[in-house]
């Protein structure tokens, strides 16, 4: 069970470091650029492929050093997979599971900073190495009284360095998701007020154990206790839960029928948060899933959660019904109220927006305009992409004077993306309940 991956003695913890630690990372960057642009003088068929790879490595494996926020931006960036060439996904979806973790000794002085004593007087046994590691924290195995746990600890610095490593990473982010300014500091408050909430690990127990007995009535999910007495504002321990994540259980080759029954309790899930609970479970990358051996669907990491203001949920629902049956005004109404389009437009960019964003929502809600949904078809997905490339590539998006739409559909967009996403690696065909009010 012990991590065979280097460990890591210590993390950058000051403005200066990790700034320092940037600079390096972009004078790389801006060197694999010169690189390129040399051999395209000598070779002009020369692809770009060798600079995404250069690119995506450098800058990896300088975010997976200092963890944090800047790790988590570029695992949020790889879930959405078309917005980057394929070198940074591949590269960047190894923040979801294999960050270089923390060597035992940083392990031992978080515990007894806020508990006062070591692992091994808290536990019965504790893994010295971790079992997994990602961008906030990582994870351990500990016994105690006969009972398995996982006990998650956050890096060291990470809630500390949210706001400023939001900053170093901006220039990254402009240059790789083909954003203006405006756009991307428009929604960058909305990262960095759930960036935040997801390092306060007593709100993170709080929410995990109300969504959870909020969705205890789902058929085909599990959920982990938490145990509020070995836990503290960087530490989790919860039930640890035995089974594969999804890429490792679909090597075990399950049937259609497993399939589809895992496909429908995410679906159902997310279906209950989204229009019942409204708040959602907002990070529905694989790693937050274990598939157990009796074939129930184990949740875990409510670190990220978005709640749903009712004004935004029913404009950006109503956008999704099958047949739009809404007169000019009303829908100028939703359109405005989402931000798709503001007084500062002229009747030409309404005119455009308007239609974009209808293809964008009507294209997003497809599964919801029948019974049952068959999320193995690539064609749909290739639309998706499709849509997204021509979207970033069109002229009245680059030269909008503002952002476009209302930064809570930031975290909506990611979770249906993520999800479909996820069903689509599983193959499965799901019957895609909605409100009445949405049939």
């Not at 195995?141 to 949210?162: C, E, L």
């Not at 789902?218 to 509020?228: N, Q, R």
């Not at 989790?236 to 490792?248: A, Q, R, S, V, Y």
């Not at 497809?366 to 590539?393: A, C, M, W």
Request: proline share 4%; hydrophobic share 35%; with cysteine.
């Amino acid at each position: 069970m012990e991590s065979k991956v280097k460990e890591q003695q210590n993390i950058p913890t000051s403005k200066v470091q990790r700034a320092a630690k940037f600079l390096t990372t972009g004078a790389k960057v801006g060197g694999n650029y010169v690189k390129h642009y040399a051999k395209k003088v000598v070779n002009p068929s020369h692809t770009k492929e060798e600079l995404h790879n250069n690119n995506a490595t450098d800058i990896y494996n300088s975010l997976s050093e200092l963890k944090g926020s800047a790790l988590k931006v570029a695992q949020m960036m790889s879930m959405d997979k078309n917005i980057l060439p394929r070198a940074y996904q591949d590269k960047f979806t190894m923040a979801q599971y294999s960050a270089p973790p923390l060597s035992f000794p940083l392990v031992i002085k978080t515990f007894q900073k806020y508990f006062g004593k070591n692992p091994d007087q808290m536990f019965d046994t504790f893994t010295k190495s971790a079992i997994n590691a990602a961008s906030i924290g990582q994870v351990h195995q500990a016994t105690k009284d006969g009972k398995t746990f996982a006990v998650k600890i956050q890096y060291p610095g990470v809630a500390d360095s949210v706001s400023s490593d939001l900053k170093l990473v901006r220039p990254f982010a402009l240059r790789l998701l083909n954003m203006n300014v405006k756009e991307l500091d428009h929604y960058m408050d909305e990262v960095e007020e759930k960036l935040l909430e997801e390092t306060d690990y007593v709100l993170e127990v709080d929410r995990s154990r109300e969504i959870s007995e909020a969705c205890a009535h789902i058929k085909d999910l599990v959920f982990p206790k938490y145990y509020s007495d070995l836990s503290s504002e960087r530490i989790i321990t919860m039930d640890w839960l035995n089974g594969l994540h999804i890429k490792e259980w679909l090597e075990s080759n399950p049937t259609q029928e497993q399939k589809n029954r895992i496909g429908q309790a995410l679906w159902d899930f997310y279906h209950h948060q989204v229009h019942n609970l409204m708040q959602v479970h907002a990070d529905p990358h694989p790693g937050n899933f274990i598939i157990q051996p009796d074939g129930t669907l184990g949740i875990i990491d409510f670190g990220c959660v978005k709640v749903i203001p009712e004004d935004f949920y029913h404009g950006y629902f109503s956008l999704i019904k099958r047949d739009l049956l809404m007169n000019e005004e009303e829908l100028n109404e939703i359109f405005y109220n989402l931000e798709f389009i503001s007084e500062k437009d002229n009747d030409e960019e309404k005119l455009y927006f308007k239609s974009v964003f209808k293809e964008m929502i009507s294209l997003l809600g497809k599964p919801f305009h029948v019974d049952t949904f068959d999320f193995s078809d690539d064609t749909y997905f290739e639309k998706i992409f499709q849509l997204g490339d021509r979207i970033s590539n069109e002229k009245m998006f680059r030269k909008s004077r503002q952002a476009r739409g209302s930064r809570h559909g930031l975290y909506i967009n990611r979770t249906y993306f993520g999800v479909y996403n996820l069903l689509n690696q599983l193959q499965a065909t799901v019957v895609t309940t909605k409100p009445d009010w949405l049939k």
